[in-house]
């Protein structure tokens, strides 16, 4: 039987699935290091992440860390993790809020979205259209109530909040924060978002 990097570095005949992630190598096909390290599954096609600037990489830091907390004990913020949302869907949020069960569990590659309570996207230049459009479309339709997309505005963070209306299945904005994030879901939160990126 054939294994989807065979057919590399066109996609497999059967597209890549999720599961194909749990199955790559460390390095890429001709040794190259860490090759397969960032890639995430978005709708059945490879996306490498391309490395991410200073004030990217402290939000992620920064934010798990303020996030952990101030999060109930029957929760915990992890960064960088998968959630497998369908068969060729399997992004890598920068930070995801999950049940401590699940974050415990040292052998996971990936969440399930009902495991998942808030997913946080950091954007960058590179990123911008699949953290705007395509994984906030694809986190509502798989029923995860609370979605964060954090801007970089000259420096400082601004943290768009969004949940889910079960209504229409679709994230509705609840707020723009500048400066300060005081929200009452998924549950009490008070962030000083000036002192994130520092």
Known sequence: MSSALDYWPSPPPWGWTADDLDRLPAEGPNGEPDFFKHVELIDGALVFMSPQKRFHQRMIRRLTEALDIQTPERLSAVDQMDVKLGHRMRPCPDVVIVDTAAADDDDRTFYTPDEVHLVIEVVSPESEDRDRK???????????????????????????VYELDPATGAYGLTGIHHGRLTVPVPFPLDIDLDKLPR
């Open 134 to 160: 395509t994984k906030p479309f694809r986190y509502a339709e798989a029923g995860i109530a609370h979605f964060w997309r954090v801007e970089n505005n000259d420096g400082s963070p601004v943290v768009y």
